[in-house]
């Protein structure tokens, strides 16, 4: 069971991981470049629609990761978990101490400078769901090696 729990953590790190550079690279980037008087309507837009994508992923990940600190499969190093973890949170302590905070003033007072700065914060997240999807990368390897 630990075997198909660590599957679904990587399939939806993976996942995660596409998202954020699809964001970082594509979409962040334009909306800094949204005109203001369409910033409110594109930035409310926005935080709907990635709710409705990210929702599934974003459970999975969570509830795999707390299950992977308990039930570790014997295959996987005793730190892969806990550094997963670890990852996670930075990921999400950036999403809600920084990204959440800016789309806010995306869809109350927008301006280009918010904009830039959605960019510009977004890279502790992106940095870290990158080095997530290798060390879940490396526990699925660890099981199939063994």
């Given at each position: 069971?630990?075997?198909?729990?660590?599957?679904?953590?990587?399939?939806?790190?993976?996942?995660?991981?596409?998202?954020?550079?699809?964001?970082?690279?594509v979409h962040y980037p334009l909306l800094a470049t949204?005109?203001?008087?369409?910033?409110?309507?594109?930035a409310v837009d926005h935080q709907r629609r990635t709710g409705q994508v990210l929702a599934i992923p974003m459970a999975v990940?969570?509830?795999?990761?707390?299950?992977?600190?308990t039930s570790r499969p014997d295959a996987v190093?005793?730190?892969?978990?806990?550094?997963?973890?670890?990852?996670?949170?930075?990921?999400?302590?950036?999403?809600?101490f920084l990204s959440v905070p800016l789309h806010a003033k995306m869809a109350t007072n927008p301006t280009a400078d918010v904009g830039r700065r959605l960019v510009v914060t977004n890279w502790p997240r992106t940095i870290a769901w990158s080095a997530r999807a290798v060390v879940c990368a490396v526990?699925?390897?660890q099981v199939v090696r063994a």
């Open positions: 069971m630990s075997e198909i729990i660590l599957l679904a953590n990587f399939v939806a790190t993976a996942v995660m991981t596409g998202v954020i550079w699809f964001v970082q690279w949204v005109p203001v008087d369409r910033a409110i309507e594109t990940e969570g509830v795999t990761t707390l299950w992977l600190l190093s005793l730190i892969l978990p806990w550094l997963s973890a670890v990852l996670l949170a930075v990921a999400l302590g950036s999403t809600v526990m699925l390897l």
